[in-house]
């Protein structure tokens, strides 16, 4: 890597360059930059919350020659990866994350190999062989920026694992996006850790801490293609709360209040997490209406969503850590006209800081995700329908369910209009165990399985399920009989999906 | 907390105090001990791998009236809690383990309610609620120590979650161990952490590094009684090792050179962590075959086994970090007769720093742990037979599983001589999911599933279950079809449980 001291990268006391391409860089055309790619290759894309990701390149890609590409991305992408990649054929393995339509139903029918990984293990993964089978022929890191130099660049909606890709990466390729604002370098905070054993503790004391500034460096060798672009993003649609969603809101909320005046954890500060998507978007919209006393609340999360914009807006937050603005076009809209002053209060951070384990231990996060489906005894399939249709990939929620100190599962009691519940007697694939999910919440109350044995567990998420599922699980229950320290009756145990 | 200044408390610079009983203590005798716990009561208790817990008084409050005890050990503890305290009928709640024959079979029976929890979270969960349901009345802790003061305590062959135990106690009750050495003191170093939000890093920057001494803290008016006894541990028996066994080792030995070989997380140094029991054993003590070449060999878990001692005294291992000297009688009286020696390389820490997410990260540590049956796809039950009757619990598996770099399941191919393959279908439990089990070798060889989708997962792990199930095995995978990236037949897919 280029001696710091002599880079022109931009630094956090003086985050935004004065251009957005400085120095003598290689520019090219989108098939230009393309026909850098050889025929095999793993290409290690920005790319999170379905916005920061490059588009001119992947496109290009997917009408030149056919190529064997593994696809590796932070978090969610755009149609230019997950629809073109796909369409043209040159898409052969995907990690770690399928939200798009067009990426899943590959992955369903096998034309893409797939497998879904912990978001916050991935940087590691990628450079220590943890996704060994998938890294094939060269290694090209292709990332949006809105400024780029010979040995820097500053990520543009999301930061996802782009440190961690430029640094693998045999080669760099840049897009430079005009239509994201130079100002979104005062949002990013790009600590990378050294590697073990050697790693050092994370150097935040508080999650709002910011230390880095907002350049991902890199070797000057490595930048390939600099490509401009303004294509926007193609964000999240997050459909309006539901009433169940609204109910599921309000129980979590009686909850949460309980929880905050007994909880010696949440005396003076409260440091909550919400999972991606719709659900999610209504919760945090929900927090709003807590009673949080003189508590310092934060966000600490992997995702900005538009929930968080009002009680930004209105001083009910005092800040977010992410590591992508997942916003809806509008939400967009209205953090770019006011990046400056949302800066203060959000920071974006790699993906493997904002997941790490060890910050979220440390801060005490409360995390609140959802799921397909949650068993008699408290195990969360968030992943797959039937055990064997991927929905879209454990994404961050194993990373905050597992090392939370309070995990919560927010899910509507049933799905496909009430035909199907659930909460099952045993779930069709596990993706959190019973060991980390502490509380679940429907819209019929909160099942509060802290210390509980299994036996009491199933008891009191029955008490969540529809009730029109109830006597059906209370019959299970019976069939499962007393033997052993977590009843089942293992040849109907799957009649429910 | 007295003021640490004019304490009498051992420190990290002069850690052997000069006697056992220092100071005006309440000395007790068993039974007067035990009349001050009340007749509801939560008890936290010493001990973990089977050393280190209290003998006297929980044999007395067996003996005495009747009451209804929750127990909360670090880990496996001897037959005067989990045998006489369950005849007795007044252990009516246990945590987070069972390996003991008589507990295990009431909770298998539903005659004491309990929940396995993870090893590294459970200080916390006594500290915030993580087990409500179970903090019941008065919280006693009993704890086994090598020396005490007024306002301290040395821990003796374990620390286990004494140290928050401590904390979190209403009063304290202490077991003065004359059959432990006071030498012991060499080799513990408590460290305690702060309550997040305000938790700091945790200060090591090496797994061998030693901070803080050997005492366990706590406010003076908090110890109410000083028993003294000299009845040794009842550790634990380990079989000899099997010729499946040592084929097992063979595999991982091949396995790790290749990897080490290849990895650049381990170009310098090796950090590895083996699971408890006669087949980690058995592994540990292969170890001493393996060409790890100038580099720097660690053992970082949860316990020090018999086949540590053998690779430390021949020099070939750097040192071991953990909470517990999970030793037989033989491997005991090894250490005991040469602490001092033995404590320049060995160090026990609280459960929660052994066994921490942040600390397995930090140093790349390599984890090996074992399971009763794995599935097709790479989830992993460590705990449940035929999903209902507990074993021992999850203890730390899932804190190394899911947070070492690299991680490896190691277990026979079948079970009861040969009858049922540990290869499965579907496993009937998940403790570790498909996202935590990076390897998996039996004594058919060795399954490399990174980076492979489910798919090329089915087809690695069939290859070493043994040939006797194989076809079976693929007859499931055939009956599944191509449907999902994730296939299976859920109708049948219990049927091998």
């Keep these: 890597m280029t001696d710091p001291a002599v880079s022109t990268a931009p630094t956090a006391s003086d985050p935004v360059p004065s251009e957005r391409l400085i120095g003598d860089l290689p520019r090219r055309t989108p098939r230009e930059a393309a026909e850098l790619i050889p025929e095999r290759a793993t290409l290690l894309v920005s790319g999170f919350g379905g916005v920061g990701y490059p588009k001119l390149v992947p496109e290009a890609l997917a009408a030149g020659d056919p190529r064997e590409l593994t696809v590796v991305s932070g978090g969610g992408v755009g149609d230019e990866i997950d629809r073109d990649l796909v369409e043209s054929g040159d898409m052969r393995r995907r990690y770690p994350f399928v939200p798009n339509e067009h990426a899943r139903e590959a992955v369903n029918e096998g034309r893409v190999q797939f497998h879904d990984r912990h978001i916050s293990r991935l940087a590691d993964e990628v450079r220590f062989g ?31 694992h782009a440190p961690a890709y430029v640094e ?100 003076s500060a409260v440091n909550l997490q919400f999972g991606v998507g719709s659900l999610g978007n209504a919760l945090m919209g929900a927090l709003a209406d807590i009673e949080f006393g003189d508590r310092d609340v934060a966000y600490v999360g992997e995702v900005v969503q538009d929930g968080l914009l009002d009680m930004l807006d209105a001083g009910d937050l005092r800040g977010a850590s992410a590591t992508s603005l997942a916003l809806s076009a509008e939400g967009q809209e209205r953090f770019f006209e006011n990046v400056a002053e949302y800066a203060a209060d959000v920071v974006l951070r790699p993906a493997d800081i904002s997941n790490a384990p060890e910050l979220i231990d440390r801060f005490g996060v409360v995390g609140v995700n959802s799921a397909v489906e949650v068993d008699l ?107 052993g320290n977590t009843p089942h009756d293992l040849g109907s145990a799957h009649s429910w999906q």
């Design 168 to 267: 693998t990466a045999d080669r760099v390729i840049v897009e430079m996006n005009r239509a994201q604002p130079l100002e979104l370098a005062r949002v990013h905070d790009v600590h990378v850790r050294a590697d073990p054993p050697n790693r050092e503790p994370i150097p935040l004391s508080d999650p709002l801490d910011e230390t880095d500034g907002p350049a991902i460096r890199f070797d000057a060798g490595k930048l390939a293609a600099v490509v401009k672009t303004d294509r926007a993003d193609d964000p999240y649609e997050f459909r309006e709360p539901s009433a169940v969603d609204e109910t599921i809101a309000e129980n979590l909320r009686s909850f949460l209040e309980v929880e905050i005046g007994r909880n010696p954890m949440l005396a």
């Design 130 to 160: 943890g996704i060994r089978e998938g890294m094939v022929g060269e290694r090209v890191a292709v990332v949006e920026a809105v400024a780029v130099g010979p040995d820097w660049l500053i990520p543009s909606t999301s930061i996802g």
């Design 377 to 483: 005894y408290g195990n969360v399939n968030a992943t797959h329908i039937r055990g064997t249709h991927i929905v879209n990939g454990i994404g961050g929620g194993g990373d905050f369910s597992r090392n939370c100190r309070l995990g919560i599962i927010a899910l509507p009691s049933t799905a496909v209009d009430g035909d199907v519940s659930r909460i099952v007697p045993v779930t069709s694939h596990v993706d959190h165990t019973e060991h980390d999910a502490s509380v679940v919440v429907t819209e019929h109350g909160v099942a509060d399985l802290r210390g509980k044995s299994p036996r009491e567990r199933s008891a009191a998420l029955t008490a969540v399920a529809d009730p029109s599922f109830q006597d059906d699980l209370r019959a299970y229950r019976e069939r499962a009989g007393e033997g």
